[in-house]
């Protein structure tokens, strides 16, 4: 296990997200860490220092001044004591105190104390999130190395206010602090690699678009996994609700002509995996205004055009990178359309899944894949996306090997 022996600091702030802390400490836990927990005066209103006390089966650090824990432990040791610091909820208070190098409670002592590598969680309200104040802090801390892990999109505790602010899940949180702690040799170090995520929305006017239903699960998560084998990872993401992986950089793009014009310019690159669920079509031009709704009229009708194939594009480029692997999500014939286009787009390796409603699979967190290449078909079995998203990511290196870094 990646955490095993690790020691990981995890403050808590003050918010709703806190009651998620408790089953991050059980996430990190399962996954061989050792956790101790500081709590802020806020952060006390929300879940009990017993409650965290129980699941840590250690004390739980909650004073500054409290002689007996400053004596046994004291806040430098602490500071210095974790291998990383994760701090989840960080709320916008948590956040500008660090920014601005106030320490008056041991959460923000310790932070300001610590030479360890620190991850933030953030959650507030949209408003506080998106608040100048709030993104200036951000950018300090990440000028001064903080990681982030989050906030997503979705609803609030209040609920009339959704939007960005959500913590991450206790899930994406430990693979973050996974991504941060794997100290496992690197097979991936030195490559880049280019991956497609999400879909595309194709417009048809300024309110109206082409969509589909693709989450950029597995896509992100393939992205995560390359990047946790050491690969410069380059993300070109369609508009999705989750978040930029950690650890890869991400470009976000509305359409397929978009999608195209970014993986050129990041070419030349060592592999490409096109998972994205790129539109095929676009309606043939953009209406300038929304169109009107006009009695008697009828629906109006939409003239479509061809998208570019980005996958077959690249696979048939001059700077083709060494390695292309494509996505077949289809609903029947599976394996004839999968070898299928292999041929067509030029990919060594197509990835074929079957997306027909009773799957789940888009959407949903788990897929079952079958890998097929021009020596044969390998079937995986049903897994979870980001169990599919770590062996393919093996699978790539592997196939990387045996080429010049
Ligand atoms: O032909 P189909 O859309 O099923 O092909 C799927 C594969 O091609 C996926 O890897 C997808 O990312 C890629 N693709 C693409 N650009 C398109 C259409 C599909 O890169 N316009």
Same mark, same amino acid.
């Given at each position: 296990?990646?955490?095993?022996?690790?020691?990981?600091?995890?403050?808590?702030?003050?918010?709703?997200?806190?009651?998620?802390?408790?089953?991050?400490?059980?996430?990190?836990?399962?996954?061989?860490?050792?956790?101790?927990?500081?709590?802020?005066?806020?952060?006390?209103?929300?879940?009990?220092?017993?409650?965290?006390? !129980?699941?840590?089966?250690?004390?739980?650090?909650?004073?500054?001044?409290?002689?007996?824990?400053?004596?046994?432990?004291?806040?430098?040791?602490?500071?210095?004591?974790?291998?990383?610091?994760?701090?989840?909820?960080?709320?916008?208070?948590?956040?500008?105190?660090?920014?601005?190098?106030?320490?008056?409670?041991?959460?923000?002592?310790?932070?300001?104390?610590?030479?360890?590598?620190?991850?933030?969680?953030?959650?507030?309200?949209?408003?506080?999130?998106?608040?100048?104040?709030?993104?200036?802090?951000?950018?300090?801390?990440?000028?001064?190395?903080?990681?982030?892990?989050?906030?997503?999109?979705?609803?609030?505790?209040?609920?009339?206010?959704?939007?960005?602010?959500?913590?991450?899940?206790?899930? =994406?949180?430990?693979?973050?602090?996974? *991504?941060?702690?794997?100290?496992?040799?690197?097979?991936?170090?030195?490559?880049?690699?280019?991956?497609?995520?999400?879909?595309?929305?194709?417009?048809?006017?300024?309110?109206?678009?082409?969509?589909?239903?693709?989450?950029?699960?597995?896509?992100?998560?393939?992205?995560?996994?390359? !990047?946790?084998?050491?690969?410069?990872?380059?993300?070109?993401?369609?508009?999705?609700?989750?978040?930029?992986?950690?650890?890869?950089?991400?470009?976000?793009?509305?359409?397929?002509? =978009?999608?195209?014009?970014?993986?050129?310019?990041?070419?030349?690159?060592?592999?490409?995996?096109?998972?994205?669920?790129?539109?095929?079509?676009?309606? =043939?031009?953009? *209406?300038?205004?929304?169109?009107?709704?006009?009695?008697?009229?009828?629906?109006?009708?939409?003239?479509?055009?061809?998208?570019?194939?980005?996958?077959?594009?690249?696979?048939?480029?001059?700077?083709?990178?060494?390695?292309?692997?494509?996505?077949?999500?289809?609903?029947?014939?599976?394996?004839?359309?999968?070898?299928?286009?292999? =041929?067509?787009?030029?990919?060594?390796?197509?990835?074929?899944?079957?997306?027909?409603?009773?799957?789940?699979?888009?959407?949903?967190?788990?897929?079952?894949?079958?890998?097929?290449?021009?020596?044969?078909?390998?079937?995986?079995?049903?897994?979870?996306?980001?169990?599919?998203?770590?062996?393919?990511?093996?699978?790539?290196?592997?196939?990387?090997?045996?080429?010049?870094?």
């Amino acid at each position: 296990m990646i955490l095993s022996g690790k020691r990981i600091l995890l403050i808590i702030g003050g918010g709703i997200a806190a009651y998620k802390s408790l089953d991050l400490i059980r996430r990190l836990g399962e996954r061989g860490a050792s956790i101790r927990v500081v709590m802020t005066e806020a952060a006390q209103h929300f879940v009990t220092p017993l409650a965290v006390g !129980a699941l840590t089966a250690d004390h739980v650090f909650t004073d500054l001044f409290d002689r007996q824990a400053e004596q046994d432990v004291g806040h430098i040791r602490l500071a210095r004591e974790a291998n990383l610091i994760v701090v989840a909820p960080a709320t916008a208070d948590l956040m500008a105190k660090l920014a601005n190098g106030l320490a008056n409670d041991l959460a923000s002592a310790v932070l300001l104390a610590t030479e360890r590598p620190v991850l933030m969680a953030p959650a507030m309200n949209p408003k506080m999130w998106s608040h100048p104040a709030t993104r200036r802090n951000r950018a300090t801390l990440e000028k001064d190395g903080v990681r982030f892990v989050g906030p997503n999109k979705g609803e609030m505790a209040e609920k009339a206010e959704a939007g960005e602010g959500r913590m991450a899940e206790p899930l =994406e949180i430990a693979a973050a602090v996974e *991504a941060l702690l794997d100290d496992r040799p690197k097979p991936l170090s030195g490559r880049r690699i280019v991956v497609t995520s999400g879909p595309t929305h194709e417009p048809i006017d300024p309110v109206r678009y082409i969509a589909n239903r693709s989450s950029g699960k597995q896509g992100h998560a393939i992205a995560a996994a390359l !990047a946790r084998l050491g690969a410069d990872v380059r993300l070109v993401s369609g508009p999705v609700a989750i978040a930029d992986p950690t650890g890869v950089t991400t470009i976000h793009v509305q359409t397929a002509r =978009e999608m195209n014009d970014a993986v050129e310019s990041l070419l030349p690159a060592d592999a490409a995996v096109f998972v994205a669920a790129v539109a095929d079509w676009r309606p =043939e031009s953009e *209406a300038g205004e929304k169109i009107k709704k006009a009695d008697g009229d009828g629906p109006p009708q939409l003239s479509m055009i061809e998208n570019p194939d980005i996958l077959a594009g690249i696979g048939h480029h001059s700077r083709r990178p060494y390695l292309v692997v494509g996505f077949a999500a289809e609903t029947q014939n599976l394996l004839a359309n999968a070898a299928a286009k292999l =041929e067509k787009k030029g990919a060594d390796f197509v990835v074929a899944n079957d997306v027909s409603a009773a799957t789940g699979v888009m959407g949903g967190d788990r897929n079952r894949v079958k890998i097929v290449s021009k020596s044969g078909v390998d079937e995986w079995p049903e897994l979870s996306k980001a169990e599919v998203a770590v062996r393919l990511a093996a699978f790539i290196a592997e196939r990387l090997k045996t080429t010049a870094v």
